[in-house]
Nanobody, 114 residues
Framework: QVQLVESGGGLVQPGGSLTLSCVAS????????VDWYRQKLGEEREYVAT???????KYVDSVKGRFTTSRNNVKNTAYLQMNNLKPEDTAVYYC????????WGQGTQVTVSS
């Protein structure tokens, strides 16, 4: 059974940090590029970051220098380290694994508020 399960979301104060995890099962994770997206309340889902099978990374401008994505293929897990969080980072965060097929996680809520 193919699964992507995100975790690590929560409530954090502005300037704080969170690390999201995306654990894969049921498919050869190491062969898949992983993208991160987020969806703010009332808005469309937006792209955040990518990590390729060769560990090349890309970020949307709004998170550059604050977010870092990485992966551990032994653990079938991708990570999104988020530092210096801002209220505008509040959203449900999703991971997506893609090759020929695409698999999405269920999302994890991140709330940045004082």
């Amino acid at each position: 059974q193919v699964q992507l399960v995100e975790s690590g979301g929560g409530l954090v104060q502005p300037g704080g940090s969170l690390t999201l995890s995306c654990v894969a099962s049921g498919f050869p994770f190491s062969r898949y590029t992983v993208d991160w997206y987020r969806q703010k309340l009332g808005e469309e889902r937006e792209y955040v970051a990518t990590i390729t099978v060769r560990n090349n990374t890309k970020y949307v401008d709004s998170v550059k220098g604050r977010f870092t994505t990485s992966r551990n293929n032994v653990k079938n897990t991708a990570y999104l380290q988020m530092n210096n969080l801002k209220p505008e980072d509040t959203a449900v965060y999703y991971c997506k694994a893609r090759l020929v097929s695409e698999y999405w996680g269920q999302g994890t809520q991140v709330t940045v508020s004082s």
